[in-house]
């Protein structure tokens, strides 16, 4: 994982590095289907949305993780 700066935002944009993408890659090949495809379905609902929407899905499901939040949506 490698942060970025994300320009106009004081906050910083993540994302996985070369490797991390190979590794991801070799992980999904010897993954029963399932384990993969339960992956991947995850990992295109999170990549999306913005970063509010997660956060809002994980606040409103359970609204004590938001109670010392520096994030409002």
Do not use: C
Request: hydrophobic letters at 40%; proline letters at 5%.
């Amino acid at each position: 994982m490698q942060a970025l700066d994300a320009p106009g935002y004081s906050w910083k944009k993540y994302a996985l590095t070369v490797a991390g993408v190979a590794r991801a890659r070799e992980i999904l090949a010897v993954a029963p289907g399932e384990v993969a495809h339960r992956a991947v379905e995850t990992k295109n609902l999170i990549t999306g949305k913005s970063f509010s929407g997660p956060l809002g899905d994980v606040y409103s499901r359970y609204p004590a993780f938001a109670t010392n939040s520096l994030f409002r949506s």
